[in-house]
């Protein structure tokens, strides 16, 4: 047997493996959820100009910011339209969050962590001891300074995540950032495929989502637990991609699913071809589920950010944000 065929027959046991995992895992309903079709009453935000926005995020005067995958970061002043602001290039640019001094952080998953500003942009990190950052994912600021991000895997980039979830080891790593000094340190290692990363309100905690376990975990940064890492939120009804801190202390997480392809090829989706996010407490339970559940208005949310009683969700299957008014709609 050759050793492609012995590849090939690998590849198809895990993949088996990987599906029953995932069609197994906790259904909505099975949660004490049904669908609500909430999703569907968004808004397009800047429809027709936002090609695949992944992650969204806003400043303390009401500016948003959003990458794109033409490689471009576009921006939103309160009163004004959506703009091209700054051109990255590329077609990697994954999470955004706002830095303390009001730029902003983007993770290029090919290039690592990224500052904009007006002045223009600057690669703050790339390497961590010595070697390339391959898969930097979601990033967010500590008010004392760090920058903590997310670095799906030491093994595989972007363009090749499947095999990462095929092989299904913690190949990725939480790095810190220290902006004082300029160096990168690996905070938390051996987490499965980390993605999107928050902290708490008070910041005590930080939060990261392994995707492909269906959870999240919750890493102490204060107090008597510091450096201790529990699960946050376990058998959730899809893969968490990016989460947000919400005004009430609790958390926004939008859902991915996995499906094969007619060729058996690993295909990336929202949940089931549909849109769900869910938001959880600071104690990691479930409190409320806004989905699509036809994909009809809005699949494959990426994100999900509250502001100003709105929910902001970047996906990657249209050219908007979806504007959900949550007091009015939901
Ligand atoms: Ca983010
Ligand atoms: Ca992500």
């Known amino acids: 047997m050759s050793a492609k ?5 690998y590849k198809a046991v895990c993949l088996q493996a990987l599906l029953l995992q995932i069609f197994v895992s906790t259904s909505p309903t099975a949660l004490g959820f049904r669908w609500n079709d909430d999703l569907q009453k968004v808004v397009k935000f800047g429809d027709g100009f936002l090609e695949k926005p992944e992650d969204v995020c806003v400043d303390k005067k009401g500016t948003f910011y959003t990458v ?13 339209p959506w703009e091209n602001w700054k051109k990255l290039g590329g077609n990697s640019l994954l ?9 902003l952080l983007i993770c290029d998953a090919n290039q690592g ?17 010595g070697k390339k950052i391959r898969f930097a994912d979601d990033v967010i600021q500590a008010s004392d300074g760090p920058i903590y991000f997310s670095d799906v895997s030491t093994k595989y980039g972007l363009s090749d ?52 376990k ?25 893969g968490p991609d990016n989460i947000n801190l919400a005004p009430d202390g609790s958390f926004w997480i939008a859902l991915l699913k996995l499906r094969t392809s007619g060729t058996k090829e690993l295909v990336l989706e929202g949940v089931e071809g549909k ?6 407490n600071e104690d990691g339970k479930i409190i409320r589920k806004l989905d699509d ?27 908007f944000i979806g504007r959900l008014n949550l007091n009015k709609n939901t």
């Open 5 to 9: 065929v012995c590849l090939l027959g």
């Open 68 to 80: 794109t995958r033409d490689g471009w970061v576009k921006r939103k002043h309160r009163h004004g």
């Open 95 to 103: 999470g955004v969050a706002m830095s303390n001094d009001g730029h």
């Open 113 to 129: 962590l990224i500052k904009v500003s007006e002045k223009g942009w600057k690669l703050l990190s790339s390497k961590v001891n």
């Open 161 to 212: 995540w499947t095999y990462d979830v095929l092989e299904g080891k913690p190949h990725g790593r939480l790095l810190k950032y220290n902006p004082y000094t300029g160096h990168t340190s690996i905070h938390l290692n051996h987490l499965s495929f980390p993605n999107g990363v928050a902290l708490s309100r008070k910041q005590d905690f930080l939060v990261v989502c392994e995707t492909w």
């Open 214 to 238: 269906f959870r999240c975990l919750k890493h102490w940064l204060k107090g008597k637990l510091k450096g201790n890492t529990s699960i946050f939120v376990d058998n959730l009804p899809g």
């Open 275 to 280: 849109a769900m996010v869910v938001k959880v």
């Open 293 to 319: 559940s036809s994909g009809k208005v809005l699949a494959f949310v990426t994100s999900a950010l509250e502001f100003e009683g709105h929910l902001y969700l970047g996906n990657l299957n249209s050219t």
